[in-house]
C-alpha cells in the first residue's frame, strides 16, 4: 500500500473521507437551496427555469456537479466501511446499555444517512433525471426556449404523499446535520478554544435553518399551485 | 444493603458465558463496589463455588486495573474508577448487573477479566520518548509554558482503563490513543519521535480491532480521569501532518 492509500484506509482516514465530503454536500446544499429559493418568486417559474437551465449547462457548475456526485457516492461508500468496521468492533454487546449522554442524532448516523440516501434517489429520480433526459414541456422567454422544470415541480408537490415525504426526509437531514455540522470539523483536528463554540452555534442554526427552507418549498407550492 | 446482582460467568474465552444471578446481604453503603465483590466472593468460596473473577490492583483509582461494566456504564454510574465507587450510590433492593468490557479488541479471559494487552501493544508502537543515558539532566533546563505543561499533564492522567472503549458504541480506542500520543507530542521531549509515534500508534490502534470515532462524546462522559474529546483532534492533525510530513513512504 502507497502512504495515500494506508492513510485513507486507516480508521482516522477513513473518517476524514467523511468529513471532506459532507462538508462539500454542505456546502452543495447551502447553493441548492439558495438557488431554490427562486421559486418563491411568483413568476410563473421564469426565474426558475433559467436557473435551471443555468445549472445544467454551465461548464463551471458541471464541474461542481461532477464534485457533488462524487462526494455523495464517497460519503456512502465510506460510510459503509466504517460502519461495517465499527460493528465488528464489538461482536457481543452488553445485556444491558442504559441511554448514555450522548446525542440521538450521534449515535444513528447510519440509519438517517441512509433514510436520506433513499430520498436522494428519489429526489433526483423526480427532478434531476427529468431536467436531463425527460420529456419537459417546454417554455420562450425573450426569444429562447426552456425546459419548464417548474411544472414538473408545481405538479409532483400537488400529491400530498410527497410533500409529507419532502418534509419528513428533511427532519432527517436536520438531525443528521446537528451531529454532523460540527463532528466534521472535530474530525478534521478543528477543535480550538477560539472556533470550536462558534462552529457549533453555526452548525446549529445551518441544520435547522435549511431544512426548514427545503421543506417549506413543497408546502409553499402544495398550498399555492393547487 | 440487600441487593440482587446479575454477573456475567464465563469459564474461560471460548465458554460461551451466561448471567448468574447472586443474591448478596448485608452490604455496608461505606463499602467500595471491590470490597462488596470481596464479600460475594468469601460467600462462594465458603460454599465450595468457584469465585467470581475481576481486574484490580491499586484499589486507590490510580492504576487502571480495575474494570466492570455496572448497570450500563463502565465503573458504573459515577465519573470514577470502580474502586473508588461505594456503594452509597446505590440503593437498597436493587438489582445490578456486572459485565465485562465488551471489544474485540478486549477479550474475555475469564467471568469479567478482559485482557487489555492490545493497549501495551499501542503504547510499544511509539507511546515513548529515547533519553540519552549519562547524567541526570537539570529538571528545569528546557523550560516549558505553564499551560502546555497543564495540558500535557492532563492527558497524561489517562490510566489505560479502557472505560473510553467500553463505553463507545464504535468500542474505538481514540480517546485512549489520543491522550496518549497527546502527552508527548505537547512537550519537547516528544518531538524526535513524534511523527512515527502518530502513524505507529494509530496503525497498531487499527491493528488489534478498535472501532473508528463518530465523535458521540460517550467516551469524555465515561472516562474516570476527565480525558476530553480536544485530545481526539489533536492526535487527527497529528496523524495527519505526519501522513503528509514523514518520509515513510
Ligand atoms: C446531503 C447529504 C449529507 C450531508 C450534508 C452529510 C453530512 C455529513 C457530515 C458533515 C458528517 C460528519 C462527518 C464527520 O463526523 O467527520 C456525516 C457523517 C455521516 N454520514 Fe452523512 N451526510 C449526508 C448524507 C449521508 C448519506 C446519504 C449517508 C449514507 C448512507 C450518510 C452517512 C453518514 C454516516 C454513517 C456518518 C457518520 C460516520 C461516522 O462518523 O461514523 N450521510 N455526514
Ligand atoms: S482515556 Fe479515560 S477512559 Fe480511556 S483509558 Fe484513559 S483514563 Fe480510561
Ligand atoms: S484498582 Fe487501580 S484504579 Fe481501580
Known amino acids: 500500500m502507497s502512504w495515500v492509500t494506508k492513510t485513507l ?63 455523495i457516492i464517497g460519503h456512502v461508500i465510506f460510510s459503509i466501511w466504517l460502519s461495517k468496521r465499527n460493528k465488528s468492533a464489538r461482536p457481543i454487546g452488553y445485556g444491558v446499555s442504559t441511554p448514555p ?115 417549506s418549498m413543497p408546502v409553499y407550492i402544495y398550498f399555492t399551485q393547487s | 444493603m440487600k441487593l440482587t446482582l446479575k454477573i456475567w460467568r ?54 487502571g486495573m480495575c474494570s466492570l461494566y455496572i448497570n450500563g456504564h463502565p465503573h458504573g454510574p459515577k465519573q470514577t474508577t470502580t474502586c473508588q465507587l461505594h456503594m452509597r450510590s446505590f440503593s437498597d433492593g436493587d438489582t445490578i448487573t456486572i459485565e465485562p468490557w465488551r471489544a474485540a479488541a478486549f477479550p474475555v479471559v475469564k467471568d469479567l477479566v478482559v485482557d487489555r494487552g492490545s493497549f501495551d501493544r499501542i503504547i510499544q508502537a511509539g507511546g515513548y520518548v529515547s533519553v540519552n543515558t549519562g547524567g541526570v539532566p537539570d529538571a528545569n533546563e528546557i523550560p516549558i509554558p505553564k499551560r502546555i505543561a497543564d495540558e500535557a499533564f492532563d492527558s497524561a492522567t489517562c490510566i489505560g482503563c479502557g472505560a473510553c472503549v467500553a463505553a463507545c458504541k464504535n468500542a474505538s480506542a481514540m480517546l485512549f490513543t489520543s491522550a496518549k500520543i497527546s502527552q508527548l507530542a505537547m512537550l519537547p521531549q516528544g518531538q524526535v519521535e513524534r511523527m512515527s509515534r502518530a502513524e505507529k500508534m494509530v496503525a497498531q490502534m487499527d491493528a488489534e ?34 501522513s503528509v510530513k514523514s518520509e515513510n513512504v
Open chain 1, 9 to 71: 484506509s486507516s480508521t482516522i482516514g477513513r473518517k476524514l473521507i467523511m468529513a471532506l465530503t459532507g462538508l462539500f454536500l454542505i456546502l452543495f446544499l447551502t447553493g441548492h437551496v439558495s438557488g431554490n429559493l427562486l421559486l418563491f418568486k411568483g413568476d410563473g417559474g421564469e426565474a426558475f427555469n433559467i436557473y435551471a437551465k443555468f445549472m445544467t449547462t454551465n461548464p463551471a457548475v458541471k464541474l461542481l456537479s461532477y464534485l457533488t456526485y462524487i462526494s
Open chain 1, 101 to 215: 449522554s450522548t446525542t440521538v442524532s450521534s449515535r444513528n448516523m447510519g440509519i438517517l444517512g441512509t433514510i436520506i440516501l433513499i430520498f436522494i434517489v428519489v429526489h433526483m429520480q423526480s427532478f434531476w433525471a427529468q431536467m436531463h433526459w425527460g420529456d419537459l414541456p417546454v417554455v420562450t422567454y425573450d426569444g429562447e426556449q426552456y425546459k419548464d422544470l417548474f411544472s414538473i415541480v408545481t405538479f409532483a408537490f400537488q400529491n400530498e404523499l410527497m410533500v409529507i415525504g419532502y418534509v419528513v426526509a428533511m427532519v432527517f437531514l436536520a438531525f443528521h446535520l446537528s451531529h454532523g455540522f460540527a463532528s466534521a470539523f472535530q474530525t478534521l483536528g478543528l477543535n480550538h478554544a477560539k472556533y470550536s463554540p462558534a462552529i457549533s452555534v453555526i452548525g446549529k442554526i445551518y441544520c435547522i435553518l435549511v431544512p426548514i427552507l427545503f421543506a
Open chain 2, 10 to 63: 464465563q469459564k474461560n474465552a471460548s465458554d460461551k458465558g451466561a448471567f448468574v444471578t447472586y443474591p448478596i446481604d448485608g452490604i455496608s453503603t461505606d463499602m467500595s463496589f471491590l470490597e462488596m465483590m470481596d464479600v460475594l466472593n468469601e460467600e462462594l468460596a465458603v460454599k465450595g463455588e468457584d469465585p467470581v473473577h475481576f481486574d484490580h490492583d491499586c484499589r486507590e483509582g490510580i492504576c
Open chain 2, 209 to 242: 480491532g478498535f472501532g473508528a470515532c463518530t465523535n458521540t462524546g460517550a467516551c469524555e462522559a465515561e472516562c474516570p480521569k476527565g480525558i476530553s474529546l480536544t485530545n481526539i483532534a489533536r492526535m487527527n492533525r497529528e496523524y495527519f501532518s505526519a
